[in-house]
C-alpha cells in the first residue's frame, strides 16, 4: 500500500521528524549539516543530551563508527530508522560494547 501523505518519503523530511519526535521529548535540537557528519541531530535538556543518526531506504549508516564515537557513557546515542510506509521511526540505541547490525553486533531497541 502506499505511504501516508505524512510519510517522510525524503532523507531531509526523515531528519525533520525525528527532530521534532526529540522536541516533543523536552530537547532543544540542533541540526548538524554537511557531508561526512557522523550524527544528524544533537539535542540538549537541561541535565542531558544525546547524539542522534536518521536512517532511511538508501542511506546506510556504520553503526560501529557511530558507537564507537567518542563520546561521554553518559551520552546516548540513538538511531531513528524510518522504513517504507511508516510516518514513524523504529528507535534504536547503540552502546559502544555491542556495536553495528550484522554479526558480531546488534542494535539495542529502547522504548
Given at each position: 500500500p502506499p505511504a501516508p501523505a505524512d510519510t517522510p518519503h525524503?532523507?531531509?523530511?526523515?531528519?525533520?521528524?525525528?527532530?521534532?519526535?526529540?522536541?516533543?521529548?523536552?530537547?532543544?535540537?540542533?541540526?548538524?549539516?554537511g557531508r561526512g557528519q557522523p550524527w544528524d541531530l544533537i539535542g540538549f535538556k537541561t541535565t542531558d543530551m544525546l547524539l542522534c543518526h536518521v536512517v532511511?531506504?538508501?542511506?546506510?549508516?556504520?553503526?560501529?563508527?557511530?558507537?564507537?564515537?567518542?563520546?561521554?557513557?553518559?551520552v546516548p546515542k540513538v538511531v531513528h530508522v524510518y522504513e517504507d510506509g511508516q510516518a514513524a521511526p523504529v528507535?534504536?540505541?547503540?552502546?559502544?560494547?555491542?556495536?553495528?547490525?550484522?554479526?558480531?553486533?546488534?542494535?539495542?531497541?529502547?522504548?
Open positions: 525524503r532523507r531531509s523530511d526523515a531528519v525533520a521528524c525525528s527532530q521534532g519526535l526529540l522536541e516533543c521529548q523536552g530537547y532543544r535540537v540542533l541540526r548538524v549539516t532511511t531506504q538508501g542511506s546506510p549508516a556504520d553503526l560501529d563508527a557511530l558507537a564507537a564515537f567518542p563520546a561521554p557513557e553518559s528507535v534504536h540505541a547503540l552502546s559502544s560494547d555491542r556495536v553495528g547490525a550484522k554479526p558480531g553486533g546488534k542494535l539495542i531497541g529502547i522504548a
